[in-house]
């Protein structure tokens, strides 16, 4: 008896984790939102730029945040030659890369802005994809804080541009070097000390979350997530003395005024260089802005702004949002930072062999996107389709593509029905589920008159709900009109015009 062919195996459909299939709403979001960014950076004579997605390994460096093997957090692979090659994980590395590949070419200092996707090699969860957009302007090549005030008020003024107000955003900045002269005053400089160095600047990180008293356990012995030992997960403690707790917490605690922060990191600092250097740079960065008319109310001096990337050497910023939302369990939460950078003069300088100072800005598109959606600043309805123009008579489709063409040659958008056109009814469910504002027929006897019958599908959609029965339907035949064949393009652009539909 002959065997049975084994059925071939259908496959299965799946989205890897950690990615997102994105729509067209959402993409039409996106580049009103990208559009808006970009204004505002050229404005500031920033000029476009774009690196590949794949960079060699080595080129990238080992920068993400606690990761303590190479190519970990990153998704990485071996060329034929040999090479290992790495997708992007920001896009601030590529550009070191370019730069130091055309240092002769470019001028100096050097603006540039770039956006695109970014891979993260990470465990994905709520909110937190492996694949995301992020939005960078850079200036290389100047080592003045004025380059770094710059960028925090290109910030502010993006913020405002996408329609976020005032009071409800801030661009918080601080300077790694003040965190490095904090480290060293309390005895945590050199590589023995990494670990430790990496405990504070964790607590550090939590202030804007946990009350001092909290951070302060973080610092000392360690944490009880639940408040009370035995309760919830235990994070380990950074273990330093009472007294070098109190100095950490003097230096990072959050004032009004960008003065007494000024104040007392030059008290805390005063034996210590860097520390010094990074309160002059901090004062200086105070005083362009406010020169330049951006109150505290927009950018303001934060100690406790830490940023996780490890190539930051100076001043560092951070775009926090003040919305109050709800997580998933319906708690008030802050939606919380949506951009930040800062200073890198050593990225570019690992090629170079010489000096490069760099300092840039990032925004995070996707989640600044969810923040904008939320606020109403976003329109996530379905843009508006084609007119569709459709086939009554099919061996009439050259006529009918005429009507397309001439519709395109106006810029109006417009397409053929290219399915079955045995059924009317089914080519107009067609242009419904296009999210078409109208349809164009014509049957042999609207030719005879060289007439054409223009279908408003929006407005028929209004009428629709207010009829109450098929017979009144079918009498009334809403929102459908007759034209002159001539007429057809003036006669659709004031149906467009009547919706105000422009495509974006």
């Known amino acids: 008896m002959a065997e049975k062919p084994k059925k071939t195996q259908k496959l299965k459909a799946r989205l890897p984790r950690g990615l997102e299939d994105r729509g067209p709403a959402a993409i039409n979001a996106t580049r009103a939102m990208v559009e808006k960014i970009r204004a505002v950076y050229e404005l500031y004579g920033f000029e476009p730029v774009e690196t590949p997605a794949m960079e060699y390994t080595d080129a990238l460096g080992k920068f993400l945040p606690d990761q ?28 070191a890369r370019y730069v130091a590949e055309n240092f002769d070419a470019l001028p100096k200092p050097y603006r540039s802005y770039r956006f695109g996707y970014v891979f993260r090699n990470e465990k994905p969860g709520p909110g937190r994809f492996r694949q995301f957009m992020q939005f960078d302007a850079d200036t290389v090549g100047s080592a003045t804080p004025a380059a770094d005030a710059e960028i925090c008020m290109m910030a502010a003024d993006t913020m405002e541009a996408l329609g976020i107000p005032r009071d409800s955003y801030v661009v918080k900045v601080n300077n790694r070097k003040v965190l490095d002269g ?31 008293d909290e951070v302060r356990k973080l610092l000392g012995p360690g944490r009880w997530d639940g408040g009370e030992e035995g309760k919830g997960d235990f994070t380990k403690g ?23 922060a000024i104040a007392a990191a030059e008290t805390y600092l005063a034996k210590s260089e860097v520390g010094r250097a ?111 123009v459709t086939v009554f008579d099919r061996d009439r489709v050259a006529d009918y593509q005429k009507m397309v063409a001439r519709l395109r040659q106006a810029g109006i958008r417009a397409e053929l ?35 054409v019958q223009i279908k408003d599908l929006i407005e028929g959609a209004k009428a629709a709900a207010a009829i109450a029965s098929n017979q009144e339907w079918r009498e009334t035949r809403p929102a459908q009109f007759s034209c002159a064949e001539a007429d057809l393009v003036a006669k659709v652009r004031e149906v467009l015009a009547r919706h105000d539909v422009n495509w974006g």
């Open 417 to 451: 029905y290219l399915g079955n056109p045995k059924n009317m009814g089914n080519q107009l469910k067609y242009a419904d589920r296009r999210n078409s504002p109208c349809v164009i027929i014509q049957g042999s006897d609207e030719k005879a008159r060289g007439e």
């Open 182 to 212: 904090v480290l060293e005053a309390i005895g945590l400089g050199g590589d023995d000390n990494a670990g430790r160095r990496l405990t504070v600047l964790r607590a550090i990180d939590k202030l804007d979350k946990f009350p001092a």
């Open 68 to 95: 303590d093997r190479p190519n970990e957090g990153v998704f990485s692979f071996q060329d034929d030659d040999e090479q290992w090659i790495s997708l992007r994980y920001d896009l601030t590395a590529p550009l």
């Open 238 to 260: 950074a273990e330093l003395s009472p007294a070098d707790a109190d100095i950490v917490l003097a230096v990072t605690q959050q004032r009004a005024d960008w003065r007494e």
């Open 278 to 388: 990074g309160v002059s740079e901090l004062e200086e960065i105070a005083k362009l802005v406010a020169a330049s008319g951006y109150g505290a109310d927009r950018i303001r001096i934060d100690p406790t702004v830490v940023r996780g990337l490890e190539y930051y050497t100076g001043p560092v910023y951070e775009v926090e949002l003040l919305l109050d939302t709800k997580d998933e369990k319906g708690r008030p939460v802050r939606f919380g930072s949506v951009g930040g950078g800062g200073r890198y003069d050593g990225l570019v300088s690992r090629f170079r062999g010489e000096p490069v100072p760099a300092t840039g800005f990032s925004i995070g598109v996707s989640r600044l996107q969810a923040a904008l959606t939320m606020l109403g600043q976003l329109d996530t309805k379905a843009e508006f389709g084609p007119v569709v």
